[in-house]
């Protein structure tokens, strides 16, 4: 099996590798290549993964290249963590929002519009060459807006699924706080990338025992502590939102909150810095503790599972996916990029069947769906207007003056990315 991972010098990469490594038993791989442009960071990475292979005894080959239509040649499935820009550019999408009195963020809002534009062009590149070369591969993309990234792929006719690591997050909170082994977890996962809610936590599988009300009442403090939310917020709902919720149910409150500190760029900016030294070691043979503070908690676990399933013939399992939404949501578009739990295979993902979901969940997904449609048209086509009507849509902006503004930055801080402005 060979797997190829875009964008691997990234310094999340360590923390992929290491999955790799440990659950070689679950996904057998022969050859994992590293593609990135920037050939030093992608010598630094690959010479820790190669060290870390072999401190676990993985038979595995790791090849390391610049040439992307190389790299994907024969791969079985093709990874995509991909940050155009750098770290530079997530800096602006985290600044200049807040300058409108809007969150500045890179994924939520005009910061994960500006991020959309970006990437989304790149990543359909990407894919053609794929399929071009191996047109049977599957595509796993990380790369946020993942909503918006797997719909551009999807709607191209690629073999494409989103994979984000909120869920298994929490999954693994919540079995830690039950006493139970994270497998036992099954989480009933509803809403789009990075705006969901779980409404139901079963021990055993889709249709074991609720504990949720029993998790919230014994943990509650905690779960609320971790989201930043109030605890009173999550008694009233009934559900555990995702800590990106709070952009939505706190936004002036974070706005307040950015103003006055480093942004997350700049902090992640600093460690990635820290990182690369330390991957430089060639004593270092595992992944730093640091890597944790840096993002992407049990990324790996989620790659390789999803990885196992589509390429694997031990039928489907259950993950939590992006994917098409083809009814499963019926006050959504059957086009739509659903974040849902899902039985995944070698066809591909199929998502379970979701009991009715309350209108004050559902309303905002509408929303924020709508805006993903009018985010996606203009990554595709480009445009002012474009651009201004998928920000005047959404619903942490929503009024014409903040938009004209947020339009204007957008295009000034991203005109090198963007082939038409």
């Known amino acids: 099996m060979k797997l190829c991972v875009v964008g691997g010098g990234s310094t999340y990469t360590p923390e992929l590798v290491d999955g790799f490594a440990r659950l070689r038993d679950t996904l057998p791989i022969e050859e994992l290549v590293l593609v990135d442009p920037a ?22 080959r790791i090849v390391t290249t610049g040439d992307l239509d190389r790299g994907v040649e024969g791969a079985d499935a093709v990874l995509l963590q991909l940050r155009i820009g ?12 807040l300058e409108c009195g809007c969150v500045g963020q ?30 049977d591969a599957w595509i796993i993309d990380f790369t946020n807006p993942v909503g918006i990234v ?28 039950l006493g139970v082994a994270p497998a036992e977890v099954h989480l009933d996962h509803v809403g789009l990338n990075h705006l969901t809610w779980e409404t139901g936590v079963r021990l055993g599988g889709p249709s074991g025992e609720d504990v949720l009300p029993k998790l919230l009442a014994d943990h509650g403090d905690t ?3 971790d989201l930043r ?11 555990v939102p995702s800590y ?40 270092l043979d595992e992944k730093p503790a640091l890597l944790a503070k840096r993002g992407g908690a049990f990324y790996s676990e989620a790659a390789v599972d999803l990885a196992a399933s589509l390429l694997g013939d031990g039928g489907s399992t259950y993950q939590v996916v992006n994917t098409y939404n083809h009814g499963t949501l019926p006050f959504l578009p059957a086009d739509a990029v659903i974040e849902v739990q899902a039985a995944v295979g070698r066809q591909g993902a199929a998502p379970l069947p979701v009991p009715t979901v309350d209108p004050l969940y559902a309303g905002l997904m509408a929303n924020v769906t ?41 295009i000034a801080h991203n005109r090198e990315h963007l082939a038409w402005a």
Not at 115 to 120: D, H, I, M, Q
Not at 229 to 239: A, E, H, N, S, T
Not at 373 to 401: K, M, N
């Open 223 to 225: 779960i609320a502590a």
């Open 150 to 177: 797997t719909r551009a792929l999807l709607q191209a006719g690629h073999r494409a699924v989103g994979l984000c690591n909120v869920a298994i997050g929490l999954q693994r909170k919540f079995a830690e706080r």
């Open 106 to 135: 890179e994924t939520t809002g005009a910061g994960g519009l500006a991020k959309a534009l970006r990437t989304v062009p790149v990543v359909l590149d990407i894919a053609e060459r794929v399929r071009r070369t191996n047109p």
């Open 244 to 283: 990106y919720l709070r952009y939505y149910y706190s936004h002036d409150e974070v706005v307040r909150e950015l103003r006055t500190k480093p942004s997350r760029a700049a902090e992640v900016a600093a460690m990635e810095r820290q990182l690369l030294d330390m991957y430089a070691d060639p004593a």
């Open 229 to 239: 939310l109030p605890r009173p917020v999550l008694d009233r709902l009934g559900v």
């Open 86 to 97: 750098g770290q530079a550019a997530r800096e602006r999408d985290e600044t200049w929002p």
């Open 370 to 410: 709508a805006y993903e449609d009018l985010a996606l048209d203009a990554a595709l086509r480009g445009g002012r207007d474009r651009v201004f009507r998928a920000l005047l849509s959404h619903p942490l902006i929503g009024q014409y003056e903040y938009a004209e503004a947020l339009t204007d930055r957008l």
């Open 39 to 60: 050939a030093d960071r992608l010598e630094l990475v690959g010479g820790l993964a190669r060290r870390i292979f072999a401190r676990q005894g993985h038979p595995g």
